[in-house]
């Protein structure tokens, strides 16, 4: 395999994999877009591929020739991890070392624990989160850099805050309620909605982990993907509304007792409570490192608002501050 190869593997077809395939097909780059089922959205020059990244010898035929394969997989059921990412990473693992592609991973913050008052994020930090999930991505992000100092594989990874951007949909912390913020609705906020929290838009988590990829003084680490200044909940929602010229919305928060009561039937919303401290805490990351030695600046601040918007259901605004009328393509 060479370096040089314009054959790029992405697996995980969510909201960074379709940012990614973006990004490299736009460049040129010959793209496979991987996905257990091979289907969703259209991305224009990207091949669709329906493929179970846990079969090893699979995955290992379609890395082969790949100059990178990008994991951007997120299995969906919290509860599950632990049954779903070990068969996942070990396939990802021995792909890397058979074929030789470099391993480009998008990771999380879960593995970072509460943060003191005024303290920010970097990727020095001490991984000192007890969530499962946190354990669980922080220990496989280890065993995937001890392989890159052994020798056995060439990887990096980018780990990046809750998303917001084209693509993230009602599922985003970020972007859960835009949708009916647009439609008028009551916003509802989980946690303290006026603490400063840093969100990353997906296409400079793609643009992060691509070039990160491509430059091997860069293997061997974990950056931050490029994220601007933290923005609260509140001032979040607000100013995706004002991008396409709407009023904030009446809202409300979610008192911590009936998350507790619900988070007892509720396996999912049990699943937030154990990194509810991201929330109730200032969650702030410093992704300087990676605009000055990547070269990577986050997108500005008004034109992720407008993708966030827009690509929620929002109405671009014309160029007198009104409602196009047009939902974007």
């Not at 990178?68 to 779903?84: K, L």
């Not at 991973?105 to 990727?123: A, D, E, F, I």
Request: hydrophobic fraction near 40%; include cysteine.
């Amino acid at each position: 395999m060479s370096q040089n190869s314009s054959y790029h593997l992405i697996l995980g077809a969510g909201p960074v994999g379709r940012a990614t395939a973006s990004l490299l097909a736009d460049r040129g780059h010959d793209v496979v877009l991987a996905s257990r089922s091979g289907t969703g959205p259209e991305v224009r020059g990207a091949r669709r591929l329906a493929l179970d990244a846990a079969d090893a010898p699979a995955l290992t035929r379609a890395a082969t020739g790949a100059a990178v394969v990008y994991n951007c997989m997120n299995p969906g059921d919290y509860t599950r991890w632990e049954i779903e990412w070990p068969p996942l990473q070990t396939a990802m693992l021995a792909a890397a070392e058979s074929t030789g592609a470099v391993l480009a991973s998008v990771s999380n913050l879960y593995m970072y624990g509460p943060q003191r008052q005024g303290s920010v994020l970097t990727p020095a930090s001490p991984e000192d989160g007890t969530d499962h999930k946190g354990v669980l991505r922080g220990s496989m992000d280890r065993e995937a850099l001890a392989a890159h100092r052994s020798g056995r594989i060439r990887t990096v990874i980018v780990r990046a805050s809750d998303y917001v951007g084209t693509g993230v949909g009602a599922n985003g912390m970020g972007t859960r309620l835009v949708p009916d913020a647009l439609a008028g609705k009551r916003a509802v906020f989980l946690g303290d909605p006026d603490l400063p929290h840093s969100w990353s838009d997906v296409a400079d988590v793609a643009a992060t982990l691509v070039t990160a990829a491509a430059a091997p003084t860069a293997h061997g680490r974990v950056w931050f993907a490029a994220t601007n200044p933290p923005r609260t909940q509140r001032e979040l929602l607000t100013e995706v509304l004002a991008a396409v010229g709407q009023p904030m919305v009446r809202t409300s928060t979610v008192p911590a007792w009936a998350l507790r009561a619900l988070g007892a039937v509720v396996p999912f919303v049990r699943e937030l409570q154990g990194v509810q401290y991201q929330f109730t805490g200032a969650w702030v990351i410093d992704s300087t490192a990676t605009e000055r030695e990547l070269g990577i600046a986050p997108t500005p601040w008004a034109e992720v608002l407008r993708r966030t918007a827009t690509g929620n259901g929002g109405r671009p605004v014309g160029p007198r501050g009104q409602a196009t009328g047009r939902r974007p393509a």
